[in-house]
C-alpha cells in the first residue's frame, strides 16, 4: 500500500494505548509523521517506544516513526500532549457526569481536540466521526482467542485464577487454540499451561499480527485491547478504575467487567462458532 505523502507531523508523549487511540485522529487527519519521546511520568521509556514504532511504521498513513530525547528540539503540526488540558464536556454527549473526563473516550478526546483546534464544528465531527478500522497489521494464523490482561490492568472482580478457569473452559469445550500475550516484566505473573500458550512478542507488531489472525480478543483494557479495537476486532474485556476512556466504542466490544463465568464463556463461544 501506497505511504500517505503529507507533511503533517504529530509528537506524542505516550503511553502505548493511548498513541495507539491517537493514530485514529491521525489517520483521519490524511496521515504524517509521528514522533514519540518524552511526556508521561511512568511506563513510558525506550523500551516501549521501541516495541511500538514497527507497528506505526508498518501504518500506510504513517510517513515515518521514530522516538526523540528530552533535549531535542521539536516542533511539530500538532502536539498531542495537549489532549490532558482539554475540558471540553459538552463537546460529549455521551458524558456521564462523573469527574471529567469519565467516560469520554480517549480516541474521541483526540479526536476532538484536533479538530476542534483545526476549526471543525461539533456537527461537522460527528458527521465526520465513524467507527472504522484504523490499524492495519499483518496475520499470524495460529490461534482462536488472544488474551492480554496485565495485573495492573486488572479489576477486582476477576483475578488471574478466574481468568484461567475462563481460558481452560473454553480450550476444553470449543477446543480453541489460545495465545496468552505478556510483557517481560508480566510474564510471571501468569503460570504455564497446558490449555494456551504465552508469549512475549519482540514488538507490537507482532501481537498485533496474532490479534489480527484470531476470531476474538479477551482480557483487560490494555494496549492489546487498544490493537484489538484498532483491527475492529471481537472483544470482551474487563475495565479498572486505571482504564478510563477506554469504553467499549462500536458493536465489537463489551465491557465484561460484572460478567459472571457462565456469561463470559456463552458469549466467547457464540463468538468463536459465528
Not at 9 to 20: E, L, N, T
Not at 25 to 54: K, Y
Not at 246 to 273: C, E, F, Q, Y
Request: some cysteine; hydrophobic content about 40%; charged content about 25%.
Amino acid at each position: 500500500m501506497t505511504k500517505s505523502s503529507t507533511n503533517l507531523s504529530f509528537y506524542h508523549g505516550g503511553h502505548i494505548g493511548d498513541v495507539i487511540f491517537s493514530l485514529y485522529t491521525i489517520r483521519s487527519a490524511g496521515g504524517g509523521s509521528v514522533v514519540l519521546g518524552p511526556g508521561q511520568e511512568s511506563m513510558w521509556g525506550h523500551a516501549e517506544i521501541d516495541a511500538l514504532l514497527p507497528l506505526l511504521n508498518a501504518q500506510s498513513y504513517i510517513t515515518a516513526a521514530r522516538r526523540i530525547e528530552g533535549g531535542e528540539r521539536f516542533k511539530p503540526t500538532y502536539d498531542f500532549r495537549e489532549i490532558g488540558k482539554l475540558r471540553n464536556p459538552r463537546d460529549f454527549f455521551e458524558w456521564d457526569e462523573r469527574v471529567w473526563p469519565g467516560n469520554c473516550m480517549l480516541k474521541k478526546r483526540y479526536f476532538n481536540g484536533y479538530w476542534s483546534d483545526n476549526g471543525m464544528s461539533i456537527p461537522q465531527q460527528m458527521l465526520m466521526y465513524n467507527e472504522h478500522a484504523w490499524l492495519d497489521a499483518p496475520k499470524a494464523p495460529g490461534y482462536d482467542i488472544v488474551f492480554h490482561s496485565p495485573l495492573r490492568k486488572m479489576n477486582e472482580c476477576r483475578g488471574v485464577s478466574d481468568w484461567i478457569d475462563i481460558l481452560r473452559e473454553l480450550s476444553v469445550t470449543t477446543q480453541a487454540r489460545i495465545l496468552l500475550i505478556t510483557g517481560p516484566d508480566d510474564k510471571g505473573d501468569w503460570p504455564e499451561c497446558k490449555h494456551y500458550v504465552k508469549l512475549v512478542p519482540k514488538d507490537l507488531l507482532v501481537a498485533a499480527g496474532y490479534i489480527n489472525s484470531a476470531k476474538l480478543f479477551m482480557g483487560a483494557a490494555s494496549s492489546g485491547l487498544t490493537i484489538a479495537e484498532g483491527l475492529d476486532k471481537f472483544r470482551l474485556y474487563d475495565m479498572s478504575p486505571e482504564a478510563e476512556g477506554a469504553d467499549p466504542m462500536n458493536a465489537r466490544g463489551w465491557d465484561t467487567t460484572k460478567w459472571s463465568h457462565n456469561r463470559m464463556v456463552s458469549a466467547a463461544k457464540v463468538i468463536l462458532n459465528g
